[in-house]
């Protein structure tokens, strides 16, 4: 059992920073690919990006690309995402997943635990 906590969120002009944390408690965190997906109002939640087991590998959507960077720090157990240039279409809720092996994946159907997001708005 792998529970997740985001934090970090907030309000942000555009082409501001923010910073988001995902803190897992439990068994099995670093054995685990991350990801981070985003829900806007009225929208599909999406993938935004993920991170093997160990970091070697990561993944983005293209429109992130360049923007955003996903890391981790096993001895902490905590999942970030660093946001730079941020737009006003990034505003959604950002949530925090686990799989459940070490291979990184986009697809939101590919996680099996998932935090409570926490919401960052972007003003223009």
């Known amino acids: 059992q792998v529970q997740l906590v985001e934090s970090g969120g907030g309000l942000v002009q555009a082409g501001g920073s923010l910073k988001l944390s995902c803190a897992a408690s439990g068994r099995g965190f670093s054995s685990y690919a991350m990801g981070w997906f985003r829900q806007a109002t009225g929208k599909e939640r999406e993938f935004v990006a993920t991170?093997?087991?160990?970091?070697?590998?990561?993944y983005y959507t293209d429109s992130v690309k360049g923007r955003f960077t996903i890391s981790r720090d096993n001895a902490k157990n905590t999942v970030y995402l660093q946001m730079n240039s941020l737009k006003p279409e990034d505003t959604a809720v950002y949530y925090c997943?686990?799989?459940?092996?070490?291979?990184?994946?986009?697809?939101?159907?590919?996680?099996?635990?998932w935090g409570q997001g926490t919401q960052v708005i972007v003003s223009s």
């Open positions: 997943a686990s799989r459940l092996t070490g291979l990184p994946r986009p697809t939101r159907d590919d996680y099996y635990y």
């Open positions: 991170i093997s087991w160990n970091g070697g590998n990561t």
